[in-house]
């Protein structure tokens, strides 16, 4: 406890002063080892340059998702993603069905819209940074029967979109076939849970 209340403040500490410095100071040696006051310390102090930097170039998804319906409590490391912190927003169409978070024989509407903010972690310059704005759109099979109806993409920080290979998103979240190809936040963090 005491551990976890020094870390805290250290984290608090340096995230005041690295507020001067675009918030990327983190005193821990694993985004795994992150408490949940360290995550709010590290989004409160991103998030805002997350929102502006996403919607910077005018996409309409980076542009409104935050006034979509919030999925967790905060953002949280699921292990997808390269490990980074992850906080998801569904659209009106998505978020009934999403909020659920059933495990089988989940059908997502078409036009459900899942925006991911991430935080990348840098544990070798021990630095935290935004990172993409994942995105999913469910376009149906007509449109993409590859990826199971879906339409994967990201926003970087900057606000440009990236290019992404729909496969290589898509054959992870296969894993998830049950579930529409939905991976969900992690069940501490779920709201409702």
């Given at each position: 406890?005491?551990?976890?209340?020094?870390?805290?403040?250290?984290?608090?500490?340096?995230?005041?002063?690295?507020?001067?410095?675009?918030?990327?100071?983190?005193?821990?040696?694993?985004?795994?080892?992150?408490?949940?006051?360290?995550?709010?310390?590290?989004?409160?102090?991103?998030?805002?340059?997350?929102?502006?930097?996403?919607?910077?170039?005018?996409?309409?998804?980076?542009?409104?998702?935050?006034?979509?319906?919030?999925?967790?409590?905060r953002a949280a490391v699921a292990g997808a993603h390269q490990n980074r912190l992850l906080n998801t927003f569904a659209n009106?169409?998505?978020?009934?069905?999403?909020?659920?978070?059933?495990?089988?024989?989940?059908?997502?509407p078409i036009g459900s819209i899942l925006a991911k903010e991430s935080i990348t972690i840098s544990l070798k310059k021990k630095?935290?940074?935004?990172?993409?704005?994942?995105?999913?759109?469910?376009?149906?099979?007509?449109?993409?029967?590859?990826?199971?109806?879906?339409?994967?993409?990201?926003?970087?920080?900057?606000?440009?979109?990236?290019?992404?290979?729909?496969?290589?998103?898509?054959?992870?979240?296969?894993?998830?076939?049950?579930?529409?190809?939905?991976?969900?936040?992690?069940?501490?963090?779920?709201?409702?849970?």
């Amino acid at each position: 406890m005491i551990r976890k209340l020094a870390m805290a403040a250290v984290l608090t500490v340096a995230a005041g002063a690295a507020s001067a410095q675009d918030c990327t100071a983190v005193t821990v040696e694993d985004q795994f080892d992150l408490t949940e006051e360290q995550i709010g310390v590290l989004y409160e102090c991103l998030s805002e340059k997350m929102a502006t930097g996403y919607a910077k170039e005018g996409d309409a998804i980076a542009a409104n998702y935050r006034d979509w319906a919030p999925t967790a409590t905060r953002a949280a490391v699921a292990g997808a993603h390269q490990n980074r912190l992850l906080n998801t927003f569904a659209n009106d169409i998505a978020a009934e069905q999403y909020l659920k978070f059933e495990e089988e024989g989940v059908v997502m509407p078409i036009g459900s819209i899942l925006a991911k903010e991430s935080i990348t972690i840098s544990l070798k310059k021990k630095a935290a940074r935004p990172g993409p704005l994942f995105t999913m759109i469910k376009v149906g099979t007509d449109l993409a029967p590859d990826a199971g109806g879906w339409l994967y993409g990201g926003i970087q920080p900057n606000g440009k979109v990236m290019k992404v290979k729909q496969s290589f998103c898509h054959d992870c979240h296969v894993g998830w076939e049950a579930q529409d190809s939905l991976g969900y936040p992690v069940h501490e963090v779920r709201l409702g849970n």
